[in-house]
């Protein structure tokens, strides 16, 4: 069993920077790949990032290339998700998860889920 808590999110205006982190319990971590999701009202869930059990390499959805970088510290069975140059767009409540077996951007991939932070980005 593996429990993930995210924390970070915020309100943030346009143009602004926030870094979402996700702390996971148990022994199992360091040999996961990882990934962040988010959810916005009325929207599916869809990947944002994610990031291999070592550090690299790394994976983004189209929307979080050159803006946001995922990054991990084993030793504190944690991974961020650095966000810049936030839009209006990118509020959603941010899930991150463990990666089970298959595609790194599918969401079926994944077993362990957080309960997810809230980002809101102003205009």
């Known amino acids: 069993q593996v429990q993930l808590v995210e924390s970070g999110g915020g309100l943030v205006q346009a143009g602004g920077s926030l870094r979402l982190s996700c702390t996971a319990s148990?022994?199992?971590?360091?040999?996961?790949?990882m990934g962040w999701f988010r959810q916005a009202p009325g929207k599916e869930r869809e990947f944002v990032a994610g990031?291999?059990?070592?550090?690299?390499?790394?994976y983004y959805a189209d929307s979080a290339k050159g803006r946001f970088n995922i990054s991990r510290d084993n030793a504190k069975n944690t991974v961020y998700l650095q966000m810049n140059s936030l839009k209006p767009e990118d509020t959603a409540v941010y899930y991150c998860?463990?990666?089970?077996?298959?595609?790194?951007?599918?969401?079926?991939?994944?077993?362990?889920w957080g309960q997810g932070t809230q980002v809101t980005v102003s205009s």
């Open positions: 148990g022994r199992t971590f360091s040999s996961r790949h």
């Open positions: 998860a463990t990666h089970r077996s298959g595609s790194d951007s599918y969401i079926g991939s994944y077993d362990y």
């Open positions: 990031i291999n059990w070592s550090g690299s390499p790394t």
